[in-house]
């Protein structure tokens, strides 16, 4: 009875370095890495051959087992994660590629632009064709703004401009703008409103008509 009551503390501080190892690899293989898996499986196997129950050494006996089917399963995912990956590398054709850049445009700083004329006025009834030479040292200079009633032709050193009959009650304006580069330049364009003599003359041609 000595003997027994002697040897049962040294009973039960094994039995806790066994359940001490077999809780260390419950919660390593809580970790779903092969690294984690292979740690837990080597304490299970040091509390099996501590542990004195057959029935703890069959638990521990399964967490090995737990523990390996784990280790195939990822093993498993990895390749196939590997393959897929590699599917979309050599298949993948939406990814952009980089754009070659296109060559830039030298600056010009020795642009001279001009005109002989700032402004132009039209009688009413059109008709018209006022000319307007345009000064420049580089040949690519154009016309990007004009009124709605003016027409222009351009030639390699002016401009041909025309308007329509001012069918309104008042006198119009605008501006017919001319770049080259960065430079610009602007024309400013007018009618006169159509005359009371000009009125009468298109009725009476009017009427000779009807």
Do not use: H
């Not at 050599?90 to 980089?98: I, N, Q």
């Not at 700083?109 to 009834?125: H, Y």
């Not at 009125?199 to 041609?205: D, S």
């Amino acid at each position: 009875m000595a003997l027994v009551m002697l040897l049962l503390p040294m009973m039960i501080k094994a039995q806790s370095s066994c359940d001490a190892l077999f809780q260390e690899g419950q919660k390593l293989q809580q970790t779903m890495t092969v690294v984690a898996q292979n740690k837990a499986i080597a304490l299970f196997q040091k509390a099996k051959a501590c542990y004195d129950s057959a029935e703890r050494k069959n638990i521990c006996d399964q967490q090995i087992r737990t523990c390996r089917a784990i280790i195939q399963r990822l093993g498993s995912n990895g390749s196939t994660a590997t393959r897929n990956r590699k599917n979309v590398e050599d298949t993948d054709t939406t990814s952009p590629k980089p754009k070659a850049e296109e060559p830039k445009k030298p600056v010009r700083t020795d642009i001279q632009l001009s005109s002989a004329k700032n402004n132009i006025e039209f009688k009413g009834k059109g008709g018209q064709v006022l000319t307007v030479k345009i000064k420049c040292n580089y040949e690519d200079w154009e016309v990007v703004e004009q009124p709605e009633w003016v027409t222009i032709t351009s030639g390699p050193s002016a401009i041909m401009v025309s308007a329509d009959e001012n069918d309104t009650d008042e006198k119009r304006d605008g501006f017919i703008k001319i770049v080259c580069g960065d430079k610009s330049i602007s024309i400013f364009v007018s009618q006169k409103k159509l005359s009371l003599f000009d009125k009468a003359k298109r009725k009476v041609g009017l009427d000779k008509e009807e």
